[in-house]
């Protein structure tokens, strides 16, 4: 049987000032050829668990271990030689060009020889090479932080907030590159505050909350709960609905609500959705416009937390 | 390994920067500006007062190297904490030990180049005028040595706090401090406790800065009959092993300041 790598955290406890705790007794286990999130709210916790992680921060008490060895401050550095870290907020040198930050971020990891150009390609910053970093756009300057943290296939990879500032594009590109990470056997961490985002991307979620995790959700769970299906749904008719019509269908579609007498809307589940909308077609009603928004899903995590 | 890493990163920002290349213009203007000044108050073209103008090269360079050296630090740490570099690089395998003496080693020889290319017209103008070449080589090194310590506390200052105004006022206390503040609270108490403190003791008391320090090198070298007598005091009795002594035991000290701060963060 192929051992899987894990990092596993042992009631862990972080306070800056006495009594005023950011992680309390928090204990966590990570699985390689996983990526799992970290979801909660600002101020849950979520960045002082990556500082820990990252051996940036040292526990008040607890501790850390990978693949069941201890991690001290006598084996940190072999620790950190497994890492790689995306930061949530970080200015590369902005008067370097892109090639001399990433060789030069290379060469701090300890890689000198490492495919420079490989890399670049990855996260689509192979023709902006020869840019000073000051030059790239937001988005770009995240994906050359992306760059600098998969240089040498860590074995622990960790993305604090890596989305903040990627378009759509870059989204599909950045989790296209961590499931090929994950296919390694690597551990993938990331943080996000956006449900909805890492839903269909991510293999576990775990929900942080005033320092403690608390809930632990395999993907498949969200598959198969109709309360995390729900979707906020607006329809625009074109006519404005006649009174009967609409008792109907609030009977058979329940939640379902009416606005400026041509606006339907509620939340309901996949299912009712399309229900409704055959139901719609099949009254002659005429759709001007559709809208689904997930944001449920998003309430749902303010909600446990 | 680490420690090189790091000092060559700063060595080839700052060249990126022109920062060697401004404070060496700095350096060498203002040494002429008060060579010809120092001339032209004396009246006299075709022979310099050399003792003044040593002493007066000697007092600005104790101004400069200490200036010079909070600009090239102050921010060394700051910018990076700022930008979030800091923590990434922590994430590497590279320690807090490592950056401090990475940055310290770096910035001490990016100074080291910029005084050299600075001063060396300065030093070529002195060689004319008589000082031999052994006594400007061993000022470059004593400067050099100067510019070592007031770096390293910049860097401590650097990394003391987040907050930049904090930062560069408390550069600007430390920098008034030691080249003004200490010789008037020196000067006020060679005078109030006179006859009830030894003359060694006081003469000690000018190895608590790094800056007398370096007068006090500089005049042996420069003006030797005249290094009896710094302040009123006799310290002409101190000798070149004493002085290199004290000049080691604050080389250790910017070292050992940072030991100290990796070990208390560990």
């Known amino acids: 049987m192929v051992k899987v790598d894990c990092l596993e955290l042992k009631n862990i406890d972080f306070f800056y000032k006495?009594?005023?705790?950011?992680?309390?007794?928090?204990?966590?286990?990570?699985?390689?050829?996983?990526?799992?999130?970290?979801?909660?709210?600002?101020?849950?916790?979520?960045?002082?668990?990556?500082?820990?992680?990252?051996?940036?921060?040292?526990?008040g008490s607890g501790f850390f271990s990978y693949n069941d060895k201890l991690i001290s401050s006598d084996n940190i550095l072999f620790y950190k030689?497994?890492?790689?870290?995306?930061?949530?907020?970080?200015?590369?040198?902005?008067?370097?060009?892109?090639?001399?930050?990433?060789?030069?971020?290379?060469?701090?990891?300890?890689?000198?020889?490492?495919?420079?150009?490989?890399?670049?390609?990855?996260?689509?910053?192979?023709?902006?090479?020869?840019?000073?970093?000051?030059?790239?756009?937001?988005?770009?300057?995240?994906?050359?932080?992306?760059?600098?943290?998969?240089?040498?296939?860590p074995k622990i990879i960790l993305f604090d907030e890596p989305s903040n500032g990627f378009d759509c594009g870059s989204i599909t590109m950045f989790y296209?590159?961590?499931?090929?990470?994950?296919?390694?056997?690597?551990?993938?961490?990331?943080?996000?505050?956006?449900?909805?985002?890492?839903y269909g991307n991510v293999d576990k979620v775990l929900i942080?909350?005033?320092?403690?995790?608390?809930?632990?959700?395999?993907?498949?769970?969200?598959?198969?709960?109709?309360?995390?299906?729900?979707?906020?749904?607006?329809?625009?008719?074109?006519?404005?609905?006649?009174?009967?019509?609409?008792?109907?269908?609030?009977?058979?579609?329940?939640?379902?609500?009416?606005?400026?007498?041509?606006?339907?809307?509620?939340?309901?589940?996949?299912?009712?959705?399309?229900?409704?909308?055959?139901?719609?077609?099949?009254?002659?009603?005429?759709i001007k416009d559709i809208r689904i928004e997930n944001k449920i899903l998003e309430d749902t995590l303010v909600n446990l937390s | 390994m680490n420690i090189y890493k790091i000092a060559k990163k700063e060595i080839v920002f700052n060249f990126r920067n022109y920062w060697v290349f401004l404070s060496a213009l700095i350096f060498c203007v203002v040494n002429f500006v008060i060579i010809y000044f120092g001339e032209t108050i004396s009246g006299d073209y075709s022979q310099t007062d050399i003792r003044s103008l040593s002493l007066s090269i000697i007092h600005l360079q104790m101004y400069l190297i200490p200036l010079l050296?909070?600009?090239?630090?102050?921010?060394?740490?700051?910018?990076?904490?700022?930008?979030?570099v800091l923590d990434l690089i922590l994430s590497y395998r590279i320690t807090l030990l490592d950056i401090f003496l990475g940055k310290l080693f770096g910035n001490s020889f990016i100074f080291m180049i910029s005084f050299c290319l600075g001063f060396f017209p300065v030093a070529m103008y002195l060689f004319v005028l008589g000082i031999s070449f052994v006594v400007l080589f061993k000022f470059i090194l004593v400067s050099i040595w100067l510019s070592f310590i007031f770096n390293s506390f910049a860097l401590f200052i650097s990394y003391s706090s987040k907050d930049r105004t904090f930062v560069i006022l408390l550069s600007v206390f430390i920098w008034l401090f030691f080249i003004f503040i200490y010789d008037i609270l020196f000067t006020f108490f060679a005078i109030f406790l006179?006859?009830?403190?030894?003359?060694?003791?006081?003469?000690?008391?000018?190895?608590?800065?790094?800056?007398?320090?370096?007068?006090?090198?500089?005049?042996?070298y420069f003006i030797p009959y005249d290094a009896n007598d710094l302040f009123g005091i006799n310290v002409g009795f101190l000798s070149v092993l004493y002085i290199i002594f004290s000049m080691f035991v604050w080389f250790m000290f910017s070292i050992f300041m940072f030991v100290f701060i990796y070990l208390r963060e560990r």
Do not use: W
């Open chain 1, 208 to 286: 942080l909350s005033d320092g403690c995790i608390i809930k632990e959700i395999n993907i498949d769970f969200f598959d198969n709960n109709d309360d995390f299906l729900c979707k906020e749904i607006f329809i625009l008719l074109n006519d404005v609905i006649k009174y009967d019509i609409f008792l109907f269908l609030k009977k058979k579609f329940l939640g379902i609500k009416i606005k400026d007498g041509n606006i339907l809307f509620g939340r309901v589940n996949n299912k009712i959705i399309v229900d409704l909308i055959l139901e719609i077609i099949k009254l002659n009603l005429n």
């Open chain 1, 81 to 153: 030689s497994l890492l790689g870290f995306m930061p949530e907020y970080l200015q590369l040198y902005k008067n370097m060009y892109v090639k001399d930050v990433l060789r030069l971020l290379g060469d701090l990891k300890g890689y000198k020889n490492f495919d420079l150009d490989g890399i670049l390609d990855t996260v689509f910053l192979l023709e902006h090479s020869n840019k000073k970093v000051k030059a790239l756009s937001k988005g770009m300057k995240q994906r050359l932080n992306l760059a600098q943290a998969i240089i040498g296939d």
């Open chain 1, 18 to 59: 006495k009594n005023n705790f950011i992680l309390k007794n928090l204990s966590v286990k990570f699985f390689g050829g996983k990526i799992t999130a970290l979801l909660g709210i600002n101020g849950s916790g979520k960045t002082t668990l990556f500082k820990i992680l990252t051996g940036i921060y040292k526990p």
């Open chain 2, 194 to 220: 006179y006859g009830t403190i030894s003359a060694d003791t006081l003469s000690f008391l000018l190895f608590l800065n790094p800056a007398e320090i370096f007068r006090l090198i500089s005049i042996f």
């Open chain 1, 176 to 198: 296209g590159i961590l499931r090929r990470i994950v296919s390694k056997g690597s551990i993938v961490l990331l943080s996000s505050h956006h449900l909805t985002e890492i």
């Open chain 2, 69 to 84: 050296s909070f600009v090239l630090s102050y921010d060394s740490i700051l910018s990076e904490k700022e930008s979030g």
